[in-house]
């Protein structure tokens, strides 16, 4: 083959993979509301719904400034006091198109089972460029371009939905508080909860724009000398589902929150009172993160330097070495642990797991994780949860998220965490998990 055919194939080959990629294109160009009739599967009530769509840029930039204003003008109604918005960041494979999966999950199964009947119920789905080639095998391809982009739009203006949705949610919990005061009467519930959801690499854009924020909350928290003194939520509920990402980043918000359980800030354990302020599930049955991202990242992190921490040094000898300013030698280059959590994401590491979930009788049995001993100690009040779905019933691999069991179960938490701050103040806790 000479070298006119040689290039001939290559053209035709990038011809066939660029009419392959999604377009750069905007999919709600007009503002209007989606208004989608659902009912609870919980109790039966039915609630019209409005939708919005957020959409950004590979950079992170809003695609039309009016969507976020739009959606934002839901919250601001005043005809409407008490409302339960509920943001969803897709993940990997997935945008806005309104023929997505993600799209109609959201509206038939998410919303439903977030939906309290005592708050006007808001959708807000955040959509990004998570499909890039339409071709199926050959879009395994993208994981390093959109995982690029998914951490482009983390540091973009998703950052900016989310601190609006954080000021009115503040707002209207002050002003709730204060009339509470004024009254002297007990109020039901919030004026506005707020619930961030992120799956996948929606999942990573979520943690790394709220990351900053949780970790200001819990340090401030530290450094009070009162055990009382809370982690303030960012909402009534952030979460993610099967995240991409790798723990190494969840390593610092991890090592601040876990100072008030060890040593002599132990008498300044958490409360009672203290509820999570983000929580993980990964599930076992999810292949991707557990096998095809460390592989992901084995490749894409070949140049980067993992070095080593105390935690590696396990014996008395290699102590002495790490502290004379020498590499310690009882654990290989791939069995430290900044190595492997630069590879691995935070739910298949045992080091970060404080909860387990699984199937029993057809709802979801959620129990503190006690096995870990390097892990915190008591983690029944512990404000950051990463929990580890056992098997596949819970959740089905690494998209299978939508069974009805999951649902419950994080509707139970965001709704135990939104009466939080109520029901506590009278010394009561709430436990979801046992």
């Known amino acids: 083959m000479n070298w006119l055919s040689q290039r001939f194939i290559a053209v035709t080959a990038l011809a066939t993979l660029l009419g392959a990629c999604t377009p750069t294109r905007l999919y709600h160009a007009q503002t209007d509301l989606e208004r989608v009739n659902i009912t609870s599967p919980a109790n039966g009530a039915s609630q019209t719904v409005e939708v919005a769509y957020v959409e950004f840029s590979d950079q992170g930039w809003l695609q039309k400034r009016d969507q976020l204003e739009h959606a934002l003008a839901l919250l601001d109604d ?34 439903p089972f977030m939906m309290d009947q005592d708050h006007q119920t808001i959708g807000i789905y955040a959509a990004w460029r998570g499909k890039s080639i339409e071709v199926p095998g050959v879009n395994l391809a993208t994981f390093y371009d959109r995982k690029a982009s998914a951490e482009h739009v983390a540091r973009g203006s998703v950052r900016e939905l989310i601190s609006s949705l954080r000021a009115r949610h503040n707002d209207a919990n002050a002003l709730k508080n204060r009339e509470k005061r004024k009254n ?54 952030a979460i993610v589902i099967n995240p991409a990402f790798e723990a190494s ?25 203290q509820f999570p302020v983000f929580v993980s599930i990964t599930a076992e049955s999810d292949l991707a993160t557990q096998y095809a991202f460390p592989i992901g990242r084995a490749v894409n992190s070949l140049f980067e330097h993992e070095g080593m921490v105390d935690e590696d040094c396990t014996t008395d000898a290699a102590r002495q070495l ?21 590879t691995s994401t935070m739910g298949h590491m045992e080091r970060y797991r404080t909860h387990e979930l699984s199937l029993n009788g057809g709802a979801v049995k959620c129990t503190v994780q006690t096995q870990s001993p390097n892990l915190v100690g008591d983690v029944t009040h512990f404000p950051l949860w990463n929990m580890y779905a056992k098997g596949s019933e819970v959740i089905q691999g690494h998209s299978g998220i939508y069974d009805p069991p999951l649902w ?24 979801i998990c046992q």
Do not use: M
């Open 184 to 237: 002297s009467k007990e109020a039901d519930e919030r004026d506005l909860q707020v619930i961030l959801i992120g799956h996948s690499f929606g999942g990573l854009i979520l943690y790394n724009a709220i990351a900053g924020s949780l970790l200001d909350a819990i340090v401030d928290a530290n450094h009070v000398k009162n055990s009382r003194r809370l982690v303030k939520p960012l909402a009534d509920l």
């Open 78 to 111: 005043e005809t409407q006091k008490k409302k339960r918005v509920v943001v969803y960041i897709h993940g990997w494979q997935h945008n806005a198109d309104p023929d997505d999966r993600n799209v109609k999950h959201f509206k038939d199964v998410i919303l």
């Open 408 to 431: 419950t179960f994080i509707a139970s938490l965001a709704n135990a965490n939104a009466r939080a701050s109520l029901e506590t103040r009278d010394g009561k806790s709430i436990d």
């Open 322 to 342: 790490f502290n004379q300013g020498q590499w310690c030698s009882d654990k290989p280059y791939g069995e430290r642990l900044e190595k492997i959590a630069n």
């Open 249 to 273: 980043r969840f390593e610092s918000l991890f090592q601040a929150a876990k100072q008030r359980l060890t040593g002599a800030a132990q008498k300044h354990a958490y409360s009672s009172e």
